[in-house]
């Protein structure tokens, strides 16, 4: 069965015999996997955007946005989560159903990459994915996103590079503070619910 499995080639003038194994359609397999489910999740995650943008409820969309970057670090990879983190701003600054200053959108993809990482460090798919891992990962990817968005737009950007006028600072500001903390958590318990089945479901490490 093992010889069935792999592929011999005689090199001219060596001794030596190298073996190459026959797993490239399964690294191809991997990589197609990888880019549908990558590509499903950033369309989702324009498409909630879209939707929502509507209600004008940011509770509800950065909760959705949340979890979709998280369920994509945990069930597809640190470079799936990277990939959507810092491109779904991005298309959303392009669709015109985000922020419509790009310093802002720089900002936003920055936070949206940190609670990626942490996530990723904290309960990614190499990890095992236990409730405390879990817990652990959505308040300190929380916190963390939040101070990223707090100290770079609502204390540099909109003061400093932009110089808003004093009654849309205050509305720019008030969306990107303790809101964005808000939705992180909501989004991390979402995620704490659903991962676990998308990962079994997708074969990676079940819940301890």
């Known amino acids: 069965m093992e010889a069935k499995n ?5 090199v001219k003038g060596s001794p030596f015999v190298i073996v190459y194994t026959t797993g490239v359609s399964e ?3 991997r990589k197609a996997l ?3 489910q990558t590509a499903v999740l950033l369309a989702l995650l324009i498409a909630v955007q879209a939707v929502t943008a509507g209600l004008g409820n940011t509770l509800i969309t950065g909760s959705l946005v949340n979890l979709i970057l998280i369920v994509a670090v945990t069930t597809g990879g640190l470079a799936s989560g990277i990939t959507i983190a810092v491109l779904s701003p991005i ?3 392009i669709f015109g159903i985000g922020p419509a200053f790009p310093q802002i959108v720089f ?3 920055i936070g949206n990459a940190v609670l990626v990482a942490i996530w990723h460090l904290v309960a990614g798919v190499t990890k095992k994915q236990t409730i405390i891992n879990f817990l652990v990962a959505a308040v300190v990817g929380a916190v963390a996103k939040f101070g990223v968005l707090y100290l770079s737009i609502v204390q540099f950007v909109v003061p400093i590079l932009l110089k808003m006028p ?4 205050a509305m720019v500001s008030g969306a990107f503070s303790f809101p964005q903390l808000i939705t992180a958590l909501v989004g991390g318990g979402l995620a704490i619910l659903i991962v676990p089945i998308l990962s079994k479901a997708l074969n990676h490490q079940r819940v301890g």
């Not at 792999?6 to 005689?10: A, D, F, L, V, Y």
């Not at 004093?166 to 600072?169: T, V």
């Open 6 to 10: 792999r592929k011999r080639k005689e």
């Open 27 to 29: 690294i191809m397999q």
């Open 34 to 36: 990888w880019i549908t």
């Open 91 to 93: 298309f959303a600054f």
């Open 107 to 109: 900002c936003i993809a």
């Open 166 to 169: 004093a009654p849309k600072a």
